[in-house]
């Protein structure tokens, strides 16, 4: 019975079941501290990183899901095995032994009180009948043989159901056993689930709080956008206006180059004018120097 409840239970053993449950463990929590690192070491996270994020917090609420779950069908088969052990006890309880009457030795012995009665009405009487009693003298000794066969035999089928009723309390007590362990790997499995949650729930609140830094983060990023656009706006609004400048001040530049060259052809006239004269002016004055 035993290795049926073990059968019963998968198989599973309490040190087998400690070592995959301290592996998976630690796995999970390598796999955590690893996730809460690169969250504290990132600043900015991108969307491929959110999205495998996002992979990772459900496959690990499924693995927290199929672990209640396996939870949850091992307190099913616990209430089983106690269903399973309140019948093995209501059925392990001996009968009460009741007094075993059989029609040979009670007859044997109503017919020894009759015939003992017979015999002190025949003394009583006085009539001895000495082949009548010894037939009775047989019949009772054979009626007493049988009864001690019969006793025998009640014995043998008293110790026997003993025996079953020790096998009985052995197989309960190896049930109590299981029910122990059982209880023991369920206790584990729920230490695990709760640190699961708990871990859960502190990344949780760490992508809480970096989804919160990234909105953040987004509306700076729009806020520099629409800046961005209006200085753009200004600038080529500067920009046309510098280009009409520039086309203004190139107009200017070439009016005033031409009137510049107009002002030098004036200039060179009135000195060849003015060179002229004073040449007239030499002439003249060289010419009445000569008269005189």
Known sequence: MYRRIMGFFGGVTAESSEDSNQKLTVGRNEE??????????????????????????????????????????????????????????????????????????????????????????????????????????????????????????????????????NALTSQIESLKEVVAITKDLLNIRNMEVQHLQNDVELMEGKISDERQRHNLMITQMDEAVKLNSDLKAEYENQLGIFQELKIKYEEKVKLLTKENEKLEEEVSLSKTVQNNQELTTNNSVIEETGTQ
């Not at 199929?66 to 307190?75: A, H, I, L, S």
């Not at 009583?124 to 037939?135: F, Y």
Request: hydrophobic share 30%.
């Open 32 to 165: 955590v501290g690893e996730l809460a690192e690169t969250l504290d070491k990132t600043d900015c996270v991108s969307a491929r990183e959110q999205k495998t994020l996002r992979d990772r917090i459900i496959s690990l609420e499924q693995e927290l899901k199929v672990r209640t779950e396996e939870c949850e069908n091992y307190k099913n088969r616990l209430e089983l095995a106690e269903k399973k052990l309140r019948i093995l006890q209501t059925t392990a309880v001996p009968p009460p032994t009741s007094k075993v009457s059989t029609g040979v030795g009670d007859g044997a012995v109503d017919a020894s009180k009759e015939n003992t009665n017979e015999n002190e009405l025949s003394l009583n009487t006085g009539i001895p009948n000495m082949e009548k009693l010894t037939d009775e003298n047989n019949e009772l000794r054979v009626a007493l043989t049988k009864a001690g066969e019969l006793l025998k035999d009640k014995t043998d089928l008293c110790d026997n159901q003993e025996k079953k009723n």
